[in-house]
């Protein structure tokens, strides 16, 4: 199964909001509320932002929300912050009870 | 602290075997899923297998299927991965992760080297 697309890559200032976009099928993100993501430095291991779509677990900063509609799913961070740098990887589980990656964004802070 | 602790990586030639192990901690292990997820040098986040918690639920990727083999011992709350038939594309590395939709713990990591 190919991975869900993300763009590879998106940019932004700092106080601005950016929004990263994941699209898979009906297997997938348009048929589960399963949907996750994740923000990865550099030399460490993900951590979650965003589950069951819009869920925000403790401790993750307010600025970040997800959505979905149809197939995609997006994920917007708001008041962009140096900090943000990261890549972000979205996640679904499947009609098949497996679980499938998107291929990632590097975001940069600029 | 909940923590998750992997072990096992190293190098290999293509063709051989390697184990992989997945410590837990901190947490009352034999009550969630569990996952191991796998990052090759400079790509992205694949997911290699999951187990439930009490192991009787299984299953793999497609890229790994019929080679590895996902099993947890909740005595010893470990959860491990046995890798066999290795290739050069099965370079990574690999994280173990604690799983209840989402994967919200997870270790650092142990790399798998498959070459000649």
């Known amino acids: 199964q190919s991975a869900l697309t993300q763009p590879a890559s998106v940019s932004g200032s700092p106080g601005q909001s950016i929004t990263i976009s994941c699209t898979g099928t009906s297997s997938d993100v348009g048929g589960h509320n399963y949907v996750s993501w994740y923000q990865q430095e550099p030399g460490k291991a993900p951590k979650v932002m965003i589950y069951d779509v819009s869920s925000r677990p403790s401790g993750v900063s307010n600025r970040f929300s997800g959505s979905k509609s149809g197939n995609t799913a997006s994920l917007t961070i708001s008041g962009l912050q140096a900090e943000d740098e990261a890549d972000y990887y979205c996640s679904s589980y499947t009609s098949s009870s497996t679980v499938i990656f998107g291929g990632g964004t590097k975001l940069t802070v600029l | 602290q909940v923590q998750l602790e992997e072990s096992g990586g190293g190098l290999v030639k293509p063709g051989g075997s390697l184990r992989l192990s997945c410590a837990a901690s901190g947490f009352t292990f034999s009550d969630y899923y569990m996952s191991w997820i796998r990052q090759a040098p400079g790509k992205g986040l694949e997911w290699v297998s999951y187990?439930?918690?009490?192991?009787?639920?299984?299953y793999y990727a497609d890229s790994v299927k019929g080679r590895f083999t996902i099993s947890r011992d909740n005595a010893k709350n470990s959860l491990y991965l046995e890798m066999n038939s290795l290739r050069a594309e099965d370079t990574a590395v690999y994280y173990c992760a604690r799983d209840q939709h989402p994967m919200d713990v997870w270790g650092k990591g142990t790399t798998v080297t498959v070459s000649s």
């Open positions: 187990i439930s918690s009490s192991g009787t639920t299984i």
